[in-house]
T-cell receptor, first 115, second 109 residues
């Protein structure tokens, strides 16, 4: 049973380019979460999605960031016009249910470097 | 006050030592808590869940004090492989995990 998959594992972009990060949840999981970890900091919640719906985007920056989880295919976190401050590790997690007691399983992360 | 605060690290201990990490949280309504472990440049992995007063799993014991809004993690007989960053995590609502900044542990021979 494959775990949460993320690609690419490493992504380098120049300022002003777009970054697309992909996440495939564990089989049977319909809840996806995105977290960002800046260097030397803890993980920060960004967004929670179910299939075709954004449930909670309270942690998403107001501009340049968007997320989707289409009916078919992986969840996508999209960052437009990247800036150096976007350099971070972006982790995706999934769970079978949306419950405060339900374990979220994390993918290996995508490390974004903005030059 | 931060939502989840942890002991500042790093903790440098010899093999075999017992080490304890503390964590305080601000939301008194929180019902469940987690300790995750994160190795350098890797994803967080669940170490323990805490729903009542505490939980024990081998060398690891987590304790919860709701009155003081305090969670601890005790590691006995430390191994070199325990070297990692330990993250205190408090769910908010149904789905949002609030992470502490983490406490770094380095176990040396």
């Amino acid at each position: 049973n494959a775990g949460v998959m993320q690609n690419p594992r490493h992504l380098v972009r120049r300022r002003g380019q777009e970054a697309r990060l992909r996440c495939s949840p564990m089989k049977g999981h319909s809840h996806v979460y995105w977290y960002r970890q800046l260097p030397e900091e803890g993980l920060k919640f960004m967004v929670y999605l179910q299939k075709e719906n954004i449930i909670d985007e309270s942690g998403m920056p107001k501009e340049r960031f968007s997320a989707e989880f289409p009916k078919e295919g992986p969840s996508i976190l999209r960052i437009q016009q990247v800036v150096r401050g976007d350099s971070a590790a972006y982790f995706c997690a999934s769970s079978p249910l949306a419950s405060s007691t339900d374990t979220q399983y994390f993918g290996p992360g995508t490390r974004l470097t903005v030059l | 006050r931060k939502e989840v605060e942890q002991d500042p690290g790093p903790f440098n201990v010899p093999e075999g030592a017992t080490v304890a990490f503390n964590c305080t949280y601000s939301n008194s309504a929180s019902q469940s808590f987690f300790w995750y472990r994160q190795d350098c440049r890797k994803e967080p992995k669940l170490l323990m869940s805490v729903y009542s007063s505490g939980n024990e799993d081998g060398r690891f014991t987590a304790q919860l004090n709701r009155a003081s809004q305090y969670i601890s993690l005790l590691i006995r007989d430390s191994k070199l492989s325990d070297s990692a960053t330990y993250l205190c995590v408090v769910p908010q609502g149904y789905n949002k995990l609030i992470f502490g900044a983490g406490t770094r542990l380095a176990v040396h021979p």
